[in-house]
């Protein structure tokens, strides 16, 4: 059974910088698709960054926010800087084997339980 945890939410001041990770058990990470994904309150998820052979960015976080990965440590990573308290909310990591479109939430099949990220302004 594969399992998705995060870490590494918390709560940083506008301007700020917080890592997340996400550690995969089970399956062959090496071979999937890995996403990050951000809810806020009353808002829909939505795309952040992702993985497999490049990399992709939702338009809002280019240049502040860096996804990387580590096929060793079967992680996922996300850098994040200059953070805006509009991005607070839950990040979610996401792992897919078969993804038809890389940046849309329903591609993945695999979802961690979350991190809570603050941006206080």
């Known amino acids: 059974q594969v399992q998705l945890v995060e870490s590494g939410g918390g709560f940083v001041q506008a301007g700020g910088s917080l890592r997340l990770a996400c550690a995969v058990s089970g399956g062959t990470f090496s071979s999937y698709a890995m996403g990050w994904f951000r809810q806020a309150p009353g808002k829909e998820r939505e795309f952040v960054a992702a993985?497999?052979?490049?990399?992709y960015y939702a338009d809002s976080v280019k240049g502040r926010f860096t996804i990387s990965r580590d096929n060793t440590k079967k992680t996922v990573y996300l850098q994040m800087d200059s953070l805006k308290p509009e991005e607070s909310g839950i990040y979610y990591c996401a792992a897919s084997e078969r993804v038809r479109t890389i940046v849309a939430g329903t591609s993945y099949d695999k979802w961690g339980q979350g991190s809570q990220v603050t941006v206080s302004s």
């Open positions: 993985t497999r052979w490049t990399t």
